[in-house]
């Protein structure tokens, strides 16, 4: 009888625990299904695309849109041939939302003929200047994304000058000097809802890696108390803004 009772008791023990655990790890497991069954989402080709973004940096950009699109519709600044504008969009393509995509497709100071970045099948042979448009066209069309992602052919302050859209994320990949991260920051941040997402492309901790505008930025926005830094995926600097979070897992 004794024995027994310690027996029951016993098995009592183990399976509470069980189930305990159980209820700790369940939603991680769903979360992280459901993670890799949206990321499966992201056409294959994006590895084609031409761009400047890392696949791991891509893949955080995606789940931060994810998250954001609960809050409101995404922006970015720095479109170029489509990239970032894939992950971004195939989130916002999924939770239902638009993603804003500003671009004048000019290229930035490096992109210029002669400069590092210069890319001979993106000068347009009749003005003789850059143009990343068509390029970035046709694969927000090949993407399925036509009726997610606005393209905004122009330069960032003239689409800022009469904005008035919320937003849950701004991705800041445009001009690279201090001069125009600071304005791309001054201009867009005010837009972003509380609980939403700054992110920063090419934060450099060390400066022998890269040039150090966006982190400088990145510095003085945090500086500002609006905001609170989330780990950063690669060159990816997150910043989530303070308030109240209403953000739907
Ligand atoms: C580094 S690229 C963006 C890369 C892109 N996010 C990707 O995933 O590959 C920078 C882009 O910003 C654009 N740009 C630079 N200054 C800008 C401005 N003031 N307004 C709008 N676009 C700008 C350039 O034309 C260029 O296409």
Not at 23 to 39: A, D, F, G, T, W
Not at 190 to 207: A, E, N, Q, R, S
């Amino acid at each position: 009888m004794f024995a027994s009772n310690v027996l029951s008791r016993v098995v009592g023990i183990v399976f509470e625990s069980a189930q305990r655990q159980l209820k700790l790890v369940l939603p991680r497991c769903i979360l992280s299904s459901r993670r890799m069954e949206n990321s499966n989402l992201i056409p294959p080709f994006i590895s084609e695309i031409k761009g400047f973004l890392d696949e791991e940096e891509g893949q955080r950009l995606f789940e931060l849109a994810l998250e954001a699109c609960s809050l409101g519709p995404c922006l970015e600044i720095g479109s170029f041939c489509g990239k970032s504008t894939v992950y971004l969009g195939v989130a916002c393509k999924i939770k239902g939302k638009t993603l804003f995509s500003i671009d004048h497709h000019r290229g930035s100071e490096e992109q210029q003929p002669g400069q590092p970045y210069f890319d001979f099948e993106l000068l347009d042979s009749k003005s003789g200047v850059i143009d990343s448009f068509p390029y970035f066209r046709a694969v927000m069309q090949k993407a399925g994304l036509d009726e997610v992602v606005v393209p905004m052919v122009s330069k960032s302050h003239v689409v800022a000058r009469d904005w008035a859209t919320p937003l849950g994320l701004v991705f800041i990949d445009g001009g690279h000097s201090y001069d125009m991260v600071i304005k791309d920051y001054d201009y867009w941040y005010p837009y972003l809802l509380p609980g939403g997402f700054l992110v920063f492309h090419d934060i450099f901790l060390d400066p022998a890696e890269g040039g150090q505008a966006p982190y400088e930025v990145y510095k003085v926005a945090l500086a500002s108390g609006e905001f609170k830094a989330l780990p950063m995926t690669k060159t990816l600097g997150i910043l989530q803004r303070s308030g109240p979070v209403m953000v739907e897992k």
